[in-house]
């Protein structure tokens, strides 16, 4: 009996022990080593940190680039000859968002260099001729909607579009070229994910409608001298990086 008591003593005196010693772990940070091998267990934080909520909110910059391709039609006089253009592009946007939870209005500019056409060539009696349509710049100002699900923001777009195109003609030794630049619609949708605070990626179609322009009017012989009629639409798709600042 007399053994029995000493063993529940000791069994008791071993629990307070380690209770107080336990209660003792909470003084030191997570991590350090405490005498001799134990280490304080990590706060449920550690395991359980929220998902950060993103902003949209605020002025942004960054960089796109991508591939385009359409219809170009050409009209001299009664005669509609059409042909498909496509090429890659590069450039820039500035935009700013407002965020309603969980809806994001706001605007952008984009504005983008590139080699988006076709060209032709024939031979005929030793005579080549050839003709070029080619866009080396385009742009658009839009306003955007969309609907933001945390890190993720959906939108649709729609506003202004412009493109500068040259139209090069040849005749054997003999050269003509004209350039113009076409206003229309610009509309389309995209995808945009936030990455951490400032920055997001994301993947956008845009179609642009070119409506015709005269191109060579009062250069070329009657009856062609009021001009060639040139237009047509782009469409593009194109990867965007964008640096916020909230």
């Given at each position: 009996m007399r053994v029995r008591s000493c063993l529940l003593a000791a069994g008791f005196s071993v629990v307070a022990v380690a209770t107080a010693w336990s209660a003792d772990l909470g003084n030191y940070p997570y991590g350090q080593k405490v005498w001799p091998n134990l280490y304080p267990a990590a706060p449920a934080s550690t395991f359980?940190?929220?998902?950060p909520v993103?902003?949209?909110?605020?002025?942004?910059?960054?960089?796109?680039?991508?591939?385009g391709?359409?219809?170009?039609?050409?009209?001299v006089g009664p005669f509609d000859v059409s042909g498909d253009i496509n090429g890659v592009f590069g450039g820039g946007q500035i935009g700013w968002s407002l965020q309603l939870n969980p809806w994001v209005v706001g605007f952008e500019i984009d504005s983008s260099g590139g080699n988006i056409g076709r060209s032709?060539?024939?031979?005929?009696g030793g005579v080549t001729a050839t003709a070029s349509s080619r866009i080396g710049y385009m742009g658009s100002a839009r306003a955007r909607v969309g609907y933001a699900l945390n890190q993720v923001l959906l939108y649709g777009t729609a506003g202004v579009g412009w493109a500068n195109n040259r139209v090069s003609v040849g005749v054997g030794p003999v050269s003509l070229s004209d350039s113009a630049t076409h206003f229309g619609f610009a509309g389309g949708g995209g995808v945009e994910l936030a990455l951490d605070r400032n920055w997001t990626v994301g993947a956008e179609y845009l179609f642009m409608s070119l409506p015709s322009v005269n191109y060579f009017a009062g250069l070329l012989p009657a009856p062609l001298d009021a001009g060639i009629g040139i237009k047509g639409d782009v469409q593009t798709i194109r990867g965007k990086l964008n640096y916020y600042f909230h």
């Open positions: 359980l940190a929220p998902v993103s902003n949209w909110t605020g002025m942004y910059i960054g960089g796109q680039g991508g591939y391709w359409g219809t170009g039609t050409l009209s032709e060539s024939a031979t005929a």
